[in-house]
């Protein structure tokens, strides 16, 4: 099971030394993953089932790109996993699925591990699974899904952040469909909660969750692994 936390803009530095620390020395079993703010990442000592990641990063390995991190200043931090397609990447910062290949072939070439996440918007799940389906196809254009170090994210967009969860018949429909398609492991996100958790990773196909929100609180995600742990 993987169970990945998306700190987004929370957490600094400080904190994000505790939460980190705090999580490496429980001994859990699970893979466990962490994406703090760039400017908390550190070179942190860690067990081999827990890495410390990147939110995002631009396709470069440096360059004159005022404002942007690229992989040069990731590996500094031994940065092994990447978030990339990040559902507030591509409808709040606007990013296109062109630049968002240019990202997944990038971090592709450094042999990067990629948590690549995908969903719908309100106005498609309201049109049923075949049009669910046929937008999340869209946003593996150009992507590789055979590579051996892809993770996949289902969040569908109307439930990150707000409290409403997929219902857990829904999740299954896509994640069965998706299983059709991709190998790689498949993680649910949206709304999650340490309550909800163990119902989620319990669906068939689902090998674990990506939580913004509920993560925050060390004590929560504690609980959410410690769920994974026990499953
Ligand atoms: P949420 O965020 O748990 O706050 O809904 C999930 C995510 O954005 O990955």
């Known amino acids: 099971m993987i169970v990945a936390s998306n700190f987004k803009t929370n957490h600094n530095r400080k904190s994000t030394k505790e939460f980190v620390d705090f999580i490496n020395n429980q001994n859990y079993?699970?893979?466990?993953?962490?994406?703090?703010?760039?400017?908390?990442?550190?070179?942190f000592e860690l067990t081999p089932n827990i890495r410390v990641g990147a939110q995002n990063f631009y396709p470069v390995q440096n360059g004159s790109f005022t404002g942007e991190i690229g992989f040069d200043q990731l590996e500094e931090f031994d940065v092994e996993t990447v978030l990339v397609g990040h559902s507030e990447r591509r409808h709040v910062l606007g990013e296109s699925q062109e630049s968002i290949?240019?990202?997944?072939?990038?971090?592709?070439?450094?042999?990067?591990?990629?948590?690549?996440?995908?969903?719908?918007?309100?106005?498609?799940r309201e049109q049923g699974i075949e049009a669910v389906m046929s937008y999340i196809w869209k946003q593996f254009d150009g992507i590789d899904i055979d590579y051996d170090e892809l993770v996949v994210a289902y969040e569908p967009v109307w439930a990150i952040g707000t409290g409403l969860s997929a219902s857990l018949e829904d999740i299954k429909e896509v994640l069965d469909n998706l299983r059709a398609k991709v190998k790689a492991p498949l993680l649910y996100g949206g709304s999650v909660k340490v309550e909800t958790t163990k119902?989620?990773?319990?669906?068939?196909?689902?090998?674990?969750?990506l939580v913004g929100t509920a993560s925050w609180d060390v004590n929560n995600f504690s609980k959410m692994i410690e769920i994974a742990d026990n499953l």
């Open 101 to 124: 290949c240019l990202k997944y072939n990038f971090a592709k070439e450094k042999e990067c591990e990629i948590v690549y996440c995908v969903g719908e918007p309100k106005e498609i």
């Open 29 to 43: 079993f699970s893979e466990v993953r962490i994406y703090p703010p760039f400017t908390a990442l550190n070179n």
């Open 199 to 209: 119902d989620i990773l319990d669906i068939e196909n689902c090998d674990g969750i």
